[in-house]
């Protein structure tokens, strides 16, 4: 396979690709939603995989609560999330948006709604908004680091990796801020210094798969492919391992026929 021949055109599409959707919840689950790119095919399909994700009954819960007082910034912000792990990007907007309307000045509203807008592919207004929801002097690393990817999406890399320097001084070696640190230096075709980070981000040992599939990719673009097929099936049910190694073979072998960016859908997953 000459996936190393390959690299340059690669870049302009299998790696936009893989700079997927920004996440937009906590980092409080084993599965964090902060970590951006995935190569768990069967997820990027079909949202509702997730192990985050919420069941219909909880969806339908969440909505009655926020139908029932729309001003009601709890209920808002529990509808808004469930409705973006459910993948259902533009509703979860359309919630999130109107019940900042109605809470300005709400900080976790306005989080969850820069992120929701980043979900959903409005990169810069998502910048812009998360600025706006927490503050030089209390600043979350979470945000920043969200705020980052959304600076990768537009192509600002150097200003992106600012972010991430300064999210990792609040977080040290945070896994999540690492993994989206190290893509950003693929994003720039460095891949001897994203491998670099993306490798310290899976020594910390997070439970978090995207870590251990970053890496794989990162691996697999410089030509190490069946050392990239041990990573990304590591420690996973067969079934799993053997959409993982699909999904990767699939990336490495795009030959750029998209064009420089994928459709809207590859930049539906990086979280």
Same mark, same amino acid.
């Given at each position: 396979m000459r996936h190393s021949f390959r690299f340059t055109r690669y870049m302009g599409s299998a790696a936009a690709a893989a700079l997927l959707a920004v996440s937009l919840a906590g980092c409080q689950t084993a599965r964090s939603p902060d970590i951006t790119g995935s190569l768990d095919a069967r997820a990027d399909v079909n949202p509702s995989n997730s192990a985050n994700s919420p069941s219909r009954n909880e969806i339908e819960s969440y909505g009655e609560r926020y139908r029932a007082n729309p001003r009601d910034a709890a209920a808002a912000l529990a509808y808004g999330q469930a409705l973006r792990l459910n993948g259902q990007r533009q509703q979860a907007v359309a919630v999130l948006e109107q019940a900042t309307i109605a809470n300005s000045g709400n900080k976790a509203l306005?989080? &969850? *709604?820069? %992120?929701?807008?980043? !979900?959903?592919?409005s990169f810069q207004r998502a910048f812009d908004v998360l600025a706006r929801a927490h503050t030089p002097a209390n600043p979350d690393w979470r945000i920043l680091s969200v705020q980052g990817t959304t600076l990768d999406q537009l192509g600002k890399h150097e200003e992106a990796r600012r972010y991430y320097m300064s999210a990792l001084k609040i977080a040290p070696e945070e896994p999540s801020v690492l993994s989206n640190l190290g893509l950003s230096y693929m994003l720039s075709k460095n891949l001897a210094q994203a491998e670099q980070v993306?490798?310290? &981000? *899976?020594? %910390?040992?997070?439970? !978090?798969?995207?870590?251990?599939?970053?890496?794989?990719?990162?691996?697999?673009?410089?030509?190490?492919?069946?050392?990239?097929?041990?990573?990304?099936?590591?420690?996973?049910?067969a079934d799993q391992a053997e959409a993982n190694v699909a999904y990767l073979k699939q990336m490495l072998n795009r030959d750029g026929e998209r064009g420089p960016r994928t459709s809207a859908a590859a930049s539906a997953n990086r979280s």
């Open positions: 306005m989080a &969850a *709604y820069g %992120r929701a807008l980043a !979900d959903n592919g993306l490798r310290r &981000a *899976y020594d %910390r040992g997070t439970p !978090d798969a995207r870590v251990r599939q970053n890496l794989g990719l990162v691996v697999g673009l410089q030509g190490r492919f069946a050392e990239a097929e041990t990573i990304v099936k590591a420690d996973l049910p």
